[in-house]
């Protein structure tokens, strides 16, 4: 159950489960003991990508083969 509000700048809310007024920066219903439900948290930053890899070396070139006949 919730009865905490997005924003604790509000007034008093009303408990969903017996109605009373409460303090948004309560935890729990001071009438019933409802437990409030947490306030939402700052999301978490999606994870950075990886270092690239760096490029291979150059391979050595080859020797030119022979003429064909």
Known sequence: MCFRPATTGMG????????AEVDPKLDECPS???K????P????AP???GIPK???APQAPEAPRPPSA
């Open 32 to 34: 019933c003991g409802a």
């Open 12 to 19: 008093p809310v009303r408990c969903p489960k017996c109605g």
């Open 41 to 44: 948290g700052i999301p978490a």
């Open 47 to 49: 994870g950075a990508p």
């Open 54 to 56: 760096p490029p291979s």
């Open 36 to 39: 409030a439900a947490p306030t």
